[in-house]
């Protein structure tokens, strides 16, 4: 068994990335160049040592310039769950751009972590996995401590069923209309019977 699969490491460049639900916490770090990430209810434009921290069940999409630099460091649900019991009940604030003052420090923290996890991963000598695991769980007690907000229903959710987290997330955005079974149906191409 691997001690690293619940953890996704990646140093690369990004040109486009098509719409996608996150499974699991994403650290993105902008190492270099730029990066533009849209999420279903906003937009964001990073730029070299920006932070963004997508949740689970988030739908997002990536457009990236030709020669950015990005570390990705995706943790699994499995990982959360097991060492957070209340993982599915959360969501994370954590955009570096948007920080106020008394959690600078906690951003600085994090991107400390995100370089020394990749020095460990690369090094790759007898002792990154726990290296690794360790940075991981620091950046994840910062995360938690500083940046952990009230899920919505679609963090709650555990689904892969992409139409449904849709349907979630639309009600969501327009619970002070008026929302039929008719309606949704029609949206997303569903029978209502």
Known sequence: MDPLSDFQISFQ???LLVPRVNKGIQFILVISGELKIETSNR?????EKDLLVINRNQHY???????????IVTIS???????????????????????????????????????NVMISY?????????EVKGYICQMLLILIRGF?????????????????SQIIDYMEKNYDQLITLEG?????FLSTG
């Open 122 to 130: 690369y090094r790759q000598d007898e002792i990154y996995r726990i």
């Open 13 to 15: 460049h990004i040109a």
């Open 148 to 164: 952990k907000e009230e899920g919505s229903v679609l963090e709650k959710m555990d689904t892969d069923d992409l139409r449904l």
């Open 61 to 71: 999409q990536v457009q990236g310039c030709e020669k950015n630099r990005v570390m």
């Open 184 to 188: 949704i149906a029609k949206r997303f």
């Open 77 to 115: 649900d499995a990982f959360m769950d097991y060492h957070f019991t209340d993982y599915r009940n959360s969501r994370f604030e954590c955009y570096s751009k948007e920080i106020d003052l008394g959690r600078e420090d906690m951003i600085l923290s994090i991107r400390k972590l995100l370089v």
């Open 43 to 47: 937009f964001y434009h990073l730029k």
